[in-house]
């Protein structure tokens, strides 16, 4: 039963990880390089003056990082989740590890030992 338990634990892992992998994939591609290319296109020519210049720094100095840590905590929580599902497969392998010499242990006297 813990074994099934442990499995079933490690399958929503698993899943929860495959949507944040998904997560950063998405705060990546429909966030960041947009605001990026925005970013190249104003100093690029297409829009000039104190307006275009403040805009940039915005972006530059608020919109990119703020994105930029989005993505640093979504990797620190898939990090975490990642060393949890290793966690989980060490205590499955230690349970079965026991059950296995317990169950060596109480069929023992068949043996004649």
């Known amino acids: ?13 698993d899943g929860v990880l495959s949507k944040m992998t998904q ?3 998405v705060v990546q ?11 190249e296109g104003v100093v690029g020519g297409v ?24 993505g640093e905590q979504i990797n620190t929580l898939t990090k975490n989740l990642n060393f949890a599902r290793d966690v989980i497969d060490r205590a499955d392998e230690e349970a079965d590890r026991i ?8 069929f023992e006297f068949y043996t004649g030992s």
């Open 1 to 13: 039963m813990f074994g099934f338990l442990l499995r079933l634990a490690r399958s929503v892992l």
């Open 23 to 25: 997560q950063f994939n």
């Open 29 to 39: 591609n429909e966030a960041l390089n947009p605001v990026k290319m925005i970013v």
């Open 47 to 70: 829009w000039i003056g104190k307006g275009a210049d403040a805009f940039v720094d915005e972006l530059s100095s608020i919109a990119i990082p703020g994105i930029g840590q989005v």
């Open 99 to 106: 059950v296995r010499s317990r169950l060596f242990d109480a």
